[in-house]
């Protein structure tokens, strides 16, 4: 079974600052790994994603993310906050398991607050 | 490409009642899912199609659940004799990816309160 923890369920930076958001991933095949963003009772829309081509992945709104597979991370950073990023963020996996199903294995989220 | 989209937003039930979610995916996607999110937790898998196939169910839908995925097009999720502990978000999300690494595009939920 394939698994994703996000360290931190709340992350409060300011403006401008670094963000960093924790992932790692619990995986017995080489993974796909996925950070999403969901704003306020919206749907969950993708920042970027990891498909085993080149380890540090560059996302929208200038997030990026890097795979280290010998530390089973995918953590998610922007050199900048804005207002704009505060939202909630899940990490996923995705799970191919009896069948190429391909379903998404969430992580409990981290809310990304911004201060001014 | 007009997206996922999902009908009601927002649905408001009595326990004991049944209600009925629809999910229209982006026109040609064959594979759809929907998720479970509750408060304060990530989405959870609850059913996948593709095209008219339901191919696997996760254990969290239980007997008052049902999906179905007729032509291949839109989708309807109805829970039947809801309790309290139905009260979730329900979201859609659909992909034409033939493997893992393709992008799942989620439409905006439905949110359904159980009185």
């Known amino acids: 079974a394939q698994s994703v923890t996000q360290l931190g369920s709340h992350v409060s930076v300011s403006e401008g600052a670094l963000v960093l958001l924790r992932c790692n991933y619990s995986s017995s095949v080489p993974p796909y790994l996925f950070w999403y963003v969901q704003y306020p009772n919206q749907g969950l829309q993708l920042l970027l994603k990891y498909t085993s081509a080149a380890t540090l992945v560059k996302g929208i709104n200038g997030f990026e993310a890097e795979f280290k597979k010998s530390e089973t991370s995918f953590h998610l950073t922007k050199p900048s906050a804005h207002m704009s990023d505060a939202a909630e963020y899940f990490c996923a996996v995705s799970s191919n398991s009896g069948g190429s199903n391909y379903k998404l294995t969430f992580g409990k989220g981290t809310l990304l607050t911004v201060n001014p | 490409d007009t997206g996922v989209s999902q009908d009601p937003r927002h649905k408001i039930t009595k326990r004991g009642q049944n209600v009925t979610f629809r999910c229209d995916p982006i026109?040609?996607?064959?594979?759809l899912y929907w998720y479970r999110q509750t408060l304060g937790q990530g989405p959870e898998f609850l059913t996948y199609f593709q095209n008219e196939a339901q191919l696997e169910k996760s254990r969290l839908l239980s007997d008052r659940f049902s999906a179905e995925r007729p032509k291949g097009s839109f989708s309807t999720l109805e829970i039947q004799r809801t309790e309290q502990g139905d009260s979730a978000m329900y979201l859609c999300a659909s992909t034409l990816g033939s493997s893992g690494g393709f992008e799942q595009f989620f439409g905006p939920g439905t949110r359904l309160t159980v009185l």
């Open positions: 026109s040609e996607h064959n594979r």
